[in-house]
C-alpha cells in the first residue's frame, strides 16, 4: 500500500463539499431558469434538476466514506459503524437547523448547515479527544469531516426527493411521508458500509473510493423511487442515473476485487497452508 | 376503521406471530452470510492461517443493515400504495427491491473483505458467492416482508393509529428485530456451531480464537450448513424475542385502554421475566455444577 | 432569534437532561460485545450503540402511540405518563431479549451464568468464580446483569420519551411544522438518541457488565458530562427550528 500514490485528504474534502454544494445549489437553481425560459426547456430542466441534487450527495459519500477510513483505522473499539451513526445523527439536527433558521435567505441554508455540522462535529471531537480521551490523533479533525458530510448528504438526498431545499417544502414532501428516514438511514449505510466492507490489511483506497460511488448510486436510486411520488418523471430520470452509476462503479469495483485479491477460484478445496 | 377488543386481540397476535417470523429468519439470514459478532472470527482465521470456505459478510452490523433494507421495503411499499397498487402487491415489491439491494451490499463485503486479506493467500470462492447471495436474499425478503407488513397494521390498520408514517416505524423495528437477532441467535452460531468440534458445556477459550470448524461431517464447511443448524433453535429462539416483543409492548395498552393500570402491567410482566430468569439461572447451576470444585478439593475439568 | 424566556431555557435543559439520561442508560445495559456472542463474556453478545439504540427506539414507538390518545394529552400528568409508556415498551424488549439470550446460553450452548467483575452477585449472593469456564471472561446473564440491563432500559426509555414529548409540544404550536409535529419531531429523536448512544460507547470502550462493573463508576462522570454538553446544543438548535417561524 506504501508505493501506490493514494488520493490526498484535502483533495478529497475538496471534492466533497464543492461537489456537494454544486449539485446542491443546481437543483434549486435549474427550475427558476427553466421558468425564466419557458416551454419544453422549463420540462427537461425540472425533470433533471434532482438529479443533480443526489449526484452532490454522492461527492460527499466518498468524501465522508474516505474520513471514515482515516479515523477507523486506529481502532475505534466499538466498531465503524458508530461514527457512521453518530455523524449522521449530528448531520440530521444540523442540517434541518440551517435550512430553516435562513427564512428568505434561501440560498444561504445549505451553507449555514455546513458551517453548524463542522462546528457540532468539532465539539464532540474535542470531547471525544480530551474528555473521554480516545487517544485517536485524527479524531477532531475526522469527525468534523463526517459530520460536514453528513449534512451534504442529507440535504442533497432531500433535495433530490422534494426537488429543493426550501424547509417549508421539505416538511410535506419529505417528512410526511417518511422519505427523510430513507434519506437518513440508507445515507448512513452509504458512508459507512465502504471501509466495513474493505476492512483488512490490505485494504486499498482505489477500491474503497469505488465502493463508496456504487453505494452512492444506490442511495440515488432509492431516492430517485422515492422521488417517483413526490416529483414525478423526475424521479424517474434521476433513479434510471442511479441505476447506470451503479453499474459502472460496481463493474469497477469488482475489477479491483480481481487484481487484489489473493486467487479468484470458481471452486475449490481449501489450500494447503504452514498451519 | 374503529376496531372492538376481540379484532384488536386477533389484530395484535396476527403482528406478534409477523414479528415471530420475521425475528427467527433475521437470525437465520445472519447465519447464512455470518454477520457480525461472530463473523469477527471468521475474519479472523485466515490471519491465523486457518483459510475457510464460509461467506464473510459485513454489512455494518445488523441493526444497521435490517433498518436499511426495511426503510427501504417501507419507502418502495409507500410509493406503490400511492400510485393504488394493492396491499399485499406493494409490501411484496418492496420486499423484493430492498431483499436485491441488500443482497447487492452482502456481495460487495464478501469480496470486499477477502480481497483484503490478499496477504493470507485466502481465496475468493465464486461459487460460495453464487449460492449463498440468493439465500441471503431469499431470508431478507421474508424478513422485510413481516416487517413492513408489522408497520402497515401499525400506521393504517390499528385504532387509533400510530403517528409515525410505515418507513419509520419499517425502521424502527428492522432496527430491533437487528439488535435482537445480534443478541439471541448469534450465540447459538458463534458459541456452538463455530466451535462444534470443541466439547460441549463450556465457553469459548481465548486461546482458541480464530480456529472455527473449515471441514465439516462431510465435505468443506459452508453457510448453508451452519444456517441449516441454527434453524433448530437460534432462529426460533431469536423469533419468540421478537415476537414477545412486538406483542407485550402493545398488549397491556389494548387491553386495559392508555392508562396507568396498562403501565402497572406492563412492569409486572418485566418482573415475572425476571423471575423467570433467575428461575433459569438456578436450574442451569444445579444442573451443570461448577467448573472447579471449591478451595483445597483438586480441580476437576468441565 | 427567540427570546431567551424561561420556557425555552427549560425545554433546553430537559434535552439536555434526557440527551445524558440516555447516556446513563448505556451503562447501565450489560453489554459483551463479540466476546459475549462466542460466550466468552458475561453480557448480552452485541454492541453498546446497537442495544441501546434498539430499546430506546421501541420505547419512542410506545411512547408516540401514547401521546397521540387524545385523553392522554387533555390528562394533567400526561408527562408522566408518556414517560412511563416509554420507560415500559423499553423495558420490555430488552427483557424479552436477556430472557431469550439465556435461553440459548442455557441450553445452546450449555453455560451457567457467571460474572467476571464480582465474586459473589450483589442481589442473589450466589457464588460466581467457580462457574467461569476456563479461559473465558464470564458468560451468561447472572441476576445482577439482568436487573442492570432493565434499570438501564427503563432510563434509556424516559430519556427518548422525554425528547421526544418536549419537541412535539414546541413542533405543534410552530407555525411552520404545526401537523407535521410528530414526523418531524421523531426524526430528531432519533438523531439525538443515536449521538447520545455512541459517545458513552466510546467511553466504555465497547464492553460493559452493568451497575457492578469497576468500569462504571471510572467512566460515568465524563460521559455524562460529554452528553449533557452535545444534547443542550443539539437541543437549542432543534428548538431554534420551530422558533425561528
Known amino acids: 500500500m506504501s508505493d501506490i500514490k493514494e488520493i490526498p485528504p484535502n483533495t478529497l474534502m475538496a471534492f466533497g463539499i464543492v461537489g456537494g454544494l454544486l449539485g446542491i445549489y443546481l437543483t434549486y437553481i435549474l427550475p427558476l431558469a427553466g421558468d425564466a425560459v419557458g416551454g419544453p426547456v422549463k420540462d427537461l430542466l425540472t425533470t433533471i434538476a434532482p438529479a443533480a441534487g443526489a449526484l452532490g450527495g454522492m461527492c460527499a459519500i466518498v468524501w465522508g466514506a474516505e474520513a471514515v477510513r482515516r479515523v477507523a483505522k486506529y481502532g475505534l473499539g466499538t466498531g465503524v459503524p458508530s461514527i457512521g451513526q453518530i455523524a449522521m445523527g449530528m448531520g440530521i439536527v444540523a442540517a434541518m437547523f440551517g435550512l430553516a433558521i435562513v427564512k428568505e435567505l434561501t440560498l444561504a441554508g445549505p451553507i449555514v448547515a455546513l458551517v453548524t455540522a463542522s462546528v457540532i462535529g468539532l465539539i464532540i471531537g474535542w470531547f471525544a479527544q480530551n474528555v473521554i480521551k480516545m487517544k485517536i490523533p485524527v479524531m477532531i479533525r475526522c469527525m468534523t469531516e463526517i459530520a460536514a458530510a453528513g449534512s451534504l448528504i442529507i440535504i442533497g438526498f432531500s433535495a433530490a426527493v422534494a426537488g429543493t431545499f426550501e424547509f417549508s417544502k421539505l416538511i410535506p414532501l419529505v417528512f410526511d411521508n417518511g422519505f427523510m428516514l430513507a434519506v437518513f438511514w440508507v445515507g448512513a449505510m452509504a458512508l459507512l458500509h465502504p471501509f466495513n466492507a474493505v476492512l483488512g490489511p490490505d485494504e486499498k483506497q482505489k477500491r474503497l473510493l469505488y465502493l463508496a460511488f456504487s453505494t452512492g448510486a444506490i442511495t440515488m436510486a432509492v431516492t430517485g423511487i422515492a422521488g417517483i411520488m413526490t416529483l414525478g418523471n423526475a424521479g424517474i430520470f434521476t433513479l434510471l442515473v442511479g441505476v447506470v452509476l451503479w453499474l459502472i462503479f460496481y463493474k469497477k469495483f469488482w475489477d479491483e476485487v480481481y487484481k487484489d485479491a489473493a486467487a479468484v477460484v470458481g471452486t475449490g478445496l481449501i489450500p494447503k497452508t504452514e498451519a | ?302 | 432569534m427567540v427570546a431567551l424566556d424561561p420556557a425555552t431555557l427549560i425545554n433546553v435543559l430537559l434535552i439536555a437532561i434526557s440527551g445524558t439520561l440516555v447516556c446513563i442508560a448505556v451503562h447501565f445495559i450489560p453489554v459483551g460485545g463479540a466476546p459475549a456472542a462466542m460466550a466468552q463474556a458475561t453480557g448480552i453478545g452485541t454492541g453498546t450503540v446497537e442495544l441501546a439504540a434498539g430499546s430506546g427506539l421501541v420505547g419512542l414507538i410506545t411512547a408516540s402511540a401514547m401521546y397521540a390518545i387524545p385523553s392522554v394529552q387533555s390528562d394533567p400528568n400526561v408527562m408522566a405518563l408518556v414517560l412511563a409508556a416509554g420507560a415500559m415498551g423499553s423495558m420490555i424488549m430488552i427483557a424479552s431479549t436477556m430472557l431469550s439470550g439465556s435461553l440459548i446460553y442455557a441450553y445452546g450452548v450449555g453455560v451457567p451464568f457467571a460474572s467476571a467483575q464480582v465474586k459473589k452477585d450483589p442481589i442473589t449472593g450466589a457464588r460466581q468464580d467457580l462457574y467461569m469456564s476456563k479461559g473465558t471472561q464470564g458468560q451468561g446473564l447472572p441476576t445482577v446483569c439482568f436487573v442492570s440491563g432493565i434499570i438501564g432500559a427503563a432510563l434509556g426509555g424516559i430519556g427518548g420519551a422525554l425528547i421526544y414529548y418536549v419537541l412535539v409540544g414546541i413542533y405543534s404550536t410552530s407555525t411552520l411544522i404545526g401537523g407535521s409535529a410528530a414526523a418531524v419531531a421523531g426524526v430528531f429523536t432519533m438523531g439525538v438518541f443515536y449521538v447520545n448512544s455512541v459517545v458513552p460507547s466510546y467511553g466504555v470502550g465497547g464492553t460493559i457488565e452493568g451497575f457492578h462493573d469497576p468500569k462504571f463508576r471510572r467512566v460515568l462522570p465524563k460521559d455524562a458530562v460529554t452528553s449533557f454538553v452535545v444534547s443542550a446544543l443539539c437541543g437549542i438548535l432543534a428548538i431554534l427550528i420551530a422558533g425561528g417561524f
Request: glycine content about 10%; charged content about 15%.
Open chain 2, 1 to 302: 376503521m374503529v376496531l372492538d377488543l376481540t379484532m384488536s386481540m386477533a389484530i395484535l397476535a396476527f403482528m406478534g406471530a409477523l414479528a415471530t417470523i420475521a425475528g427467527c429468519l433475521e437470525d437465520l439470514e445472519s447465519d447464512v452470510g455470518s454477520q457480525s459478532n461472530p463473523n469477527s472470527q471468521v475474519q479472523l482465521a485466515p490471519q491465523m492461517g486457518f483459510l475457510h470456505r464460509i461467506y464473510n459478510k459485513a454489512v455494518s452490523g445488523e441493526p444497521v443493515s435490517n433498518g436499511m433494507s426495511a426503510v427501504i421495503g417501507g419507502t418502495v411499499t409507500t410509493v406503490l400504495l400511492n400510485e393504488k397498487f394493492f396491499v399485499m402487491t406493494a409490501i411484496a415489491l418492496g420486499a423484493l427491491v430492498a431483499a436485491l439491494i441488500y443482497g447487492i451490499y452482502a456481495t460487495t463485503s464478501y469480496a470486499g473483505r477477502v480481497a483484503s486479506q490478499a496477504r493470507f493467500k485466502q481465496p475468493l470462492y465464486m461459487d460460495i458467492m453464487r449460492y449463498t447471495t440468493p439465500s441471503i436474499i431469499a431470508h431478507n425478503f421474508i424478513v422485510v416482508f413481516c416487517l413492513v407488513s408489522l408497520a402497515y397494521i401499525q400506521a393504517q390498520i390499528l385504532a387509533p393509529a400510530h403517528p409515525f408514517s410505515i418507513p419509520f416505524l419499517a425502521l424502527i423495528w428492522g432496527i430491533t428485530v437487528g439488535a435482537i437477532g445480534s443478541s439471541v441467535g448469534d450465540v447459538h452460531y458463534g458459541a456452538e456451531r463455530e466451535y462444534q468440534n470443541r466439547e460441549f458445556g463450556c465457553g469459548l477459550n481465548t486461546a482458541l480464537s480464530g480456529r472455527i470448524v473449515r471441514r465439516a461431517e462431510s465435505g468443506l464447511r459452508n453457510s448453508i450448513d451452519n444456517v441449516w443448524f441454527c434453524a433448530k433453535f437460534g432462529g426460533p429462539v431469536t423469533g419468540i424475542a421478537l415476537g414477545l416483543t412486538v406483542f407485550l409492548s402493545s398488549w397491556p395498552t389494548t387491553v386495559f385502554g392508555y392508562t396507568w393500570l396498562a403501565i402497572g402491567v406492563g412492569i409486572a410482566i418485566v418482573v415475572v421475566m425476571t423471575i423467570l430468569n433467575r428461575l433459569l439461572e438456578v436450574n442451569v447451576k444445579n444442573a451443570y455444577g461448577p467448573y472447579k470444585e471449591e478451595k483445597n478439593e483438586k480441580e476437576a475439568s468441565a
